[in-house]
């Protein structure tokens, strides 16, 4: 089974669109979005359209969340730039749908008699707002996969692609917990200003006790960075959001 998983579009509708594109090509069986489908963009309204036209199941990003205390726009007239403009942008169907999106979704798999879970966050399990970055200790993240019974953990939020595989048990019992970090559609910060998602890939002889129970392959894909930046300099955003594309820091 294949399954592609893409975070943080953040409104930026060229990088989505490429993304929509590949997908097109590659036919996985699920998709699937952790989230921050606005903010740092103009086009949140876009970007949400195809989410719901495609029927992609998603989750809540912190992005998303900011729509319940930034009202939407009433015809901006300030020439201050704030980033609380890409919050203002969002129509209210948009609002009513970001606000309704879950918080987490968790599959199970049954392979080889081998119960196979699989956690999507924005996050983490334990805040919308943590950052897991790789380079975190074995330990905590141990900890983290241990408490919320997750063998594969999903998430974005970083901007920072990456799969770390731990082992827990002993004595030859080793159970793999895989961690998967999607990268950025639209507002990458790894210095690849190239759209990223991921395409996973679970086989039917998928188990715990393997380190290779499951493939995972990062996408980058081109797309017009340029316009998606001087959309940004033309609206109230700051320019330094722009920037921020071309260099993707």
């Known amino acids: 089974m294949k399954i592609a998983l893409f975070s943080d579009i953040h409104a930026n509708l060229p990088a989505f669109e490429a993304v929509l594109e590949d997908l097109k090509k590659k036919k996985p069986d699920a998709v699937y979005c952790l989230g921050d489908l606005i903010g740092y963009n103009v086009w949140p309204n876009q970007v949400i359209g195809h989410i719901r036209k495609r029927r992609i199941a998603t989750i809540a990003g912190n992005h998303d969340l900011k729509v319940s205390k930034i009202l939407p726009s009433e015809g901006v007239c ?78 974005g939020h970083s901007h920072k692609p990456y799969h770390r595989i731990i082992s827990s048990g002993k004595d030859g019992n080793d159970h793999y917990h895989h961690l998967i970090n999607t990268g950025s559609v639209g507002k990458p910060k790894d210095g690849d200003s190239r759209a990223c998602y991921v395409m996973l890939t ?48």
Not at 81 to 97: F, M
Not at 108 to 125: A, R
Not at 227 to 248: G, M
Request: proline residues 4%; contains cysteine.
């Open 202 to 249: 679970i086989n039917q002889s998928a188990t715990v006790t393997s380190p290779d129970a499951i493939q995972v392959e990062f996408l980058r894909l081109n797309y017009d960075v340029e316009k998606a930046a001087q959309a940004i300099e033309r609206s109230l955003l700051p320019d330094a959001f722009a920037d921020n594309l071309r260099k993707a820091y």
């Open 78 to 155: 300030s020439t201050d730039q704030s980033s609380e403009y890409a919050y203002k942008l969002v129509g209210n169907k948009e609002r009513e749908y970001l606000l309704t999106l879950p918080r987490h979704l968790k599959l199970e798999f049954m392979l080889n008699d081998d119960k196979l879970n699989m956690l999507l966050v924005h996050g983490s399990p334990r805040s919308i707002n943590e950052y897991l970055l790789e380079e975190l200790p074995e330990q905590y993240m141990l900890d983290l996969v241990t408490e919320f019974s997750a063998n594969i953990l999903c998430f």
